[in-house]
């Protein structure tokens, strides 16, 4: 690696800064060591305000300090805690402020788990290529089991989740306990057999279901339950079983050979008897239909009994009401007619006083009828005298344009035998009859020559 610029030189010898130094060093750190995983205890724990986690992870004969940031420690599915035998996936890096060398972790994971794990999938590998996990197997659970058998601890906690859940919602129901430990080295052989027992007994104890129920843990915790003869017994098992272990999010080999797989085991007790809780929530709703029901018909049943008793009246009270109606109704129609009258009355008054208005004085209009003839005769002499005097005057022109009164004067009109004017001498021909009429008659002639 170069010096930066920034190094000090004194005479032939290069001087680093300490902080060159530092970074050289995790680099070199970082890029030496590949991501590994590495085993140790944990020792010196400290959890900081911010979520980080500060450990010490150590072993006979050496310790390295560890980092793992608040990221990654909410990804734990466990609680560090110290003296716990862990490996650690991490880097090798260096704390530039400090000079500590130090890991930076990047997952946990408790000792042996990892082993444990590895063990699991090659074992569900093998069953599941064996077909122990079809799903054409699996048997349907029974709607309305007559008995529960339940293969658990009694002091588990998952006994009293599975007890308390069957007694809220199907009392009704019995469950027969076939008690085995369900951890340690013994657990898996005692859990198998106990399952054979509830099968053999199923007829006998009147159960139709097995629930194989434990609360949850570490992988380690739960390895009875990653065993070969408890997946196999579980599929020799005559009754369907519902498997309910650990978390929702723990998956384990009894969990895949299992007619059917429960979250937890409340939810496995769930299971096996929901058909009741769905049972008992339709009869609630069918006893509420059926008791508004009643109630309907109670309530239109005493309607109808009300109108009855109403009718059944004694003979003297209906004509009382009836008599009494009748004076009702009589008065109600003396008041309207009177209303009406009284009604028709102003109107009638009123029309008096309207037409008393309107009615025509004599002398008035006779003086005016009076004045208007005046006018009239005075407009009618006018238009005569107008009149005549145009007529005269039409007269007078039409004497003026009158031929008779110009042939008087002397002047002859020439016709041609037709009747028609004569215009020009140029339209008479030698021996053309003519008549020459005059102011006071007409004489025939002919033309003798042109």
Known sequence: MNPPSSMLRSGAADVVSVSWLNRAAREALEGSFPLMWIAGEVSTLTRAASGH???TLKDDQAQVRCT?????????????????????RALVTLFEPR?????SVEAVRQAGVGNLYEAFLRLKARLEAEGLFDPARKRPLPRFPRGIAVVTSPQAAAWRDVTAALARRAPQVPVSLYPTPVQGDTAPALIAAAIQRAGARAATDGNDVLLLVRGGGSLEDLAAFNDERVARAIRACPLPVIVGVGHETDFSIADFSADLRAATPTAAAELASAAYVELRENLEQLAARLRRS???RIDAAAQRLDRAAARLTH????????QLRLTILDQGLRASMARHLASRQACVAGLGLRLKARRPDPTQKRAHLDALGQRL????????????ARLDALQQHLAHLDPRAVLARGYSITRHADGSIVRSATNLTAGSSIRIEMSDGSVGATVNKD
């Open 377 to 388: 005769q005075r407009a009618t002499h006018g238009l005569l005298a107008r009149h005549q």
């Open 68 to 88: 793992m940031w608040r990221n990654r420690a909410q990804s734990l599915s466990f609680r560090l805690e110290h003296g716990m035998q862990v490996e650690v």
């Open 315 to 322: 003979p003297r009270q209906r004509l009382e009401r009836s």
């Open 99 to 103: 000079g500590d060398y130090q890991l």
């Open 53 to 55: 986690l500060y450990f």
């Open 294 to 296: 009643m109630e309907r």
